[in-house]
C-alpha cells in the first residue's frame, strides 16, 4: 500500500491471483505445506478463510489480466503499462531458499505483462531496507501467538504505519482494523 502501483485494490487481488499456490505447493514445498484456512490455526480462535472456488491457474490468470485492465492497465508491445509507464517492481527477500517462490511468481507476471526483478539481501540491508520501508514488495512471515495480543497492532495498527523499523510492512491503516486488532490486547 506504501507505493503505487500496489495503492489499487484490483492491482493487489491481480497479483494474488498471478500466485500459483497449487504448484509451488506441490513442486517447492512437495506437497507437505497446506495453505492455512484461518489466520490463527489449531487455536479456539480459528475462522475459517473463504474457501477458493474451484478455478484453473488459466482462470485466476484472466481474472488478474481483468482486474489490470480495470485498474487502467493495457498491453503494449507485450508489456503492461499504464500513462505510458511500464508495470515494473522489485522484491526483496531475506532468504536464498525463498528465491523459488518468487521466481515462479516472476514468471506468472511475466504472462501478464509485469515485470520484476528479485533481489536477495543479506540480513542487514534486508533489515535496513524492511525497516526504512524501502521496497516495493517484501517475502516476510508474520509470526503470531496462539492467542493473538499486541503484536496485531504493531502488524496492521496506524500508530505502526510509520514507525521506523515498525512491522507494519504493507503501511495499512484503517480505524476497524485498529479496532478489531486492539481487541486482541484488551
Sequence with gaps: LRRAPFDDLNVRQALALALD???????????KQRRIQSYFPNSVLSRPLPPDEAVSYRMKLRQAADLLKQAGWVIEDGKLVKDGKPFHFEIILNAQEDEKIALNF???LERL????DIRVLDSATFQK???????????????????PGTEQMLYWGCDA??????????????????????????
Excluded at 113 to 116: A, D, H, Y
Excluded at 161 to 184: L, M, W
Design 129 to 147: 531496507r524492511s525497516g526504512d520501508y524501502d521496497y516495493d514488495m517484501v517475502l516476510h512471515y508474520w509470526q503470531n501467538s496462539l492467542s
Design 161 to 186: 504505519t510509520g514507525r521506523p523499523a515498525g512491522f507494519n510492512y504493507s503501511g495499512i491503516c484503517d480505524p476497524q482494523i485498529d479496532t478489531v486488532a486492539a481487541c486482541g490486547i484488551a
Design 113 to 116: 505483462g509485469i515485470s520484476m
Design 106 to 108: 516472476k514468471k506468472a
Design 21 to 31: 499456490e497449487e504448484w509451488i505447493g506441490k513442486n517447492i514445498y512437495y506437497g
